[in-house]
């Protein structure tokens, strides 16, 4: 079935009504031509009732019987004319009946309330629930129509298969839920309904949208199930659930063709740390499912790198400015597994990160971020192999030097944002790299040799800054003699 992205609920609920109640109104109406049922004699007592009130009216009724037929006997002689007031049993629409007192109400903190009175918004999300429920209805109601059918004629065939008819009957006891659906090895096991829905995310507001988007993830994990949405709202795109499937469809530059960008969350291999990682970064960020929907992604760390980004360019009138999403991974180790996403998705991004000390604070251990950089630049390589552009720049030693000063404090992405903003120098600085990731330069900084060591070169750039701002005794880059001696 398909649900439009105006689709509204008042006709699905009368179609639900319906179907709700037929089984009511069969009844109803059998029993209404029962001479011994409740209602059949409740019909006779409501006759009798209104009979017994036209009683003491009866003399000016016949009064006007009589005027009546004064004035026909007049032609007719042998005519006479009763007037004669009695109500018969009444014939019980009973459908129409029970429709105007029944309906959907929403129960809320003020009473309850008709479908009518809610908004636009919760009208759609019930519209999406009586959907799913009455074609499971409507469903159930033609199989147990064809299963009646068949065993009927199965059990007036002279030869009859007592084996068929056993299990024609067990099908109908199960859809009457008195029990179980026997084996059938000749039944396939496909999902019985497809929901197409457009735009699910119109008039819900974003709280409603999250909730509206883990109802329909588990509506497609029902065996029963399958969903398919159209989207413009990131609130409706999970790429770590299991058994999603994300298609963009992404136009030519000449707009003759449109060509398919195919995401399957089952054929992305993430670790168990990398998984739980990206899934608390999508239930905080919802800006890591905008990388599906056409924007260049820009990869950064964290919250500072984004607010120095945005505040770069938010006078610019740019096409950067409408095109590139800067995607914030809120930590250095889950750049790697957002990488396979974009790797797998086969679109084109930038990605910047600091590169960190190589050892601890201390001096005494080696620092894991140190490392995590050389994972970072073997993505890369396995992108760009792939034939995906890749961009690819890191701070020295990290965003807040980049900046041009010293360790920003605990409101870092204020601050840096304020440093982007109030200095000009800074913004265009900013602004510049933001560039590089974006469409200008070479995939690499200039300089880089990409046939020597990554961590090599990184430790020359590195070595070079700490003389320029006297770092160069930092433990934090030489290591204390205990950990060069480890090694």
């Known amino acids: 079935m398909r649900v439009g992205s105006l689709d509204d609920a008042i006709k699905t609920e009368e179609v639900l009504l319906t179907l709700a109640l037929s089984p009511i109104v069969t009844e109803l109406k059998a029993s209404a031509k029962d001479e011994n ?159 197409l829905m457009d735009e699910p995310e119109n008039a819900l507001h974003p709280m409603a949208a999250r909730l509206a988007q883990t109802h329909l993830y588990a509506l497609a994990n029902h065996p029963d199930w399958q969903v398919l949405i159209t989207t413009h709202s990131p609130y409706f795109i999970n790429p770590l659930e299991d058994h999603t499937t994300i298609a963009r469809l992404e136009r030519s530059v000449d707009g003759k063709s449109i060509s398919p960008l195919i995401y399957v969350a089952d ?97 005494e251990s080696h620092n894991p971020m140190w490392t995590i950089n050389n994972s970072i630049r073997e993505a890369v390589i396995a992108c760009r192999q792939d034939g995906i552009n890749v961009r690819h720049r890191w701070s020295i030693p990290d965003f807040e030097r980049f900046l041009g000063g010293e360790e920003l404090g605990k409101d870092k992405p204020y601050e840096a944002y304020k440093a982007v903003t109030s200095d000009k120098a800074v913004g265009e600085m900013v602004l510049d790299r933001m560039i590089e990731l974006y469409v200008e330069g070479s995939p690499d900084p200039d300089g880089y040799d990409s046939q020597k060591p990554h961590l090599d070169q990184l430790l020359e750039q590195l070595s070079e800054w700490a003389a320029q701002h006297g770092e160069d005794g930092n433990v934090r880059l030489t290591g204390s003699p205990q950990a060069q001696s480890a090694g």
């Not at 049993?89 to 903190?109: F, H, M, N, V, Y």
């Open 37 to 195: 049922s409740d209602l059949f004699k409740a019909r006779l007592a409501l006759a009798d009732t209104v009979n017994k009130v036209a009683v003491p009216h009866e003399a000016r009724i016949n009064e006007i019987s009589e005027k009546v037929m004064g004035s026909l006997q007049a032609v007719f002689p042998d005519l006479g004319v009763k007037l004669q007031v009695e109500m018969p049993p009444p014939d019980l629409k009973i459908e129409t009946l029970l429709k105007q007192g029944s309906g959907i109400r929403i129960e809320e903190a003020s009473g309850k309330s008709q479908l009518t009175q809610q908004g636009t918004g919760a009208r759609r999300a019930l519209f999406w629930s009586m959907l799913q429920v009455h074609n499971e209805m409507e469903r159930d109601k033609e199989r147990r129509t064809a299963v009646e059918k068949a065993l009927i004629s199965e059990e007036k065939k002279k030869t009859r298969d007592e084996a068929k008819i056993e299990q024609l009957a067990a099908t109908l006891a199960a859809l009457d839920g008195t029990g179980d659906f026997p084996a059938d090895a000749e039944d396939p096991a496909l999902p019985g309904y497809i929901l």
């Open 267 to 363: 054929q992305v291999s993430f670790s168990p740390d990398e998984k739980e990682n990206l899934k608390a970064l999508q239930l905080t960020d919802v800006s890591l499912a905008e990388v599906f929907f056409g924007s260049y992604p820009i990869l950064v760390e964290g919250d500072t790198e984004q607010a120095a980004f945005l505040g770069s360019v938010q006078n610019e009138d740019s096409n950067l400015k409408r095109s590139a999403s800067i995607i914030r991974a809120r930590g250095k180790a889950i750049l790697i597994p957002l990488m396979k996403i974009l790797h797998h998705f086969k679109t084109d991004f930038g990605i910047v990160h600091d590169v960190d000390w190589p050892f601890s604070k201390s001096g």
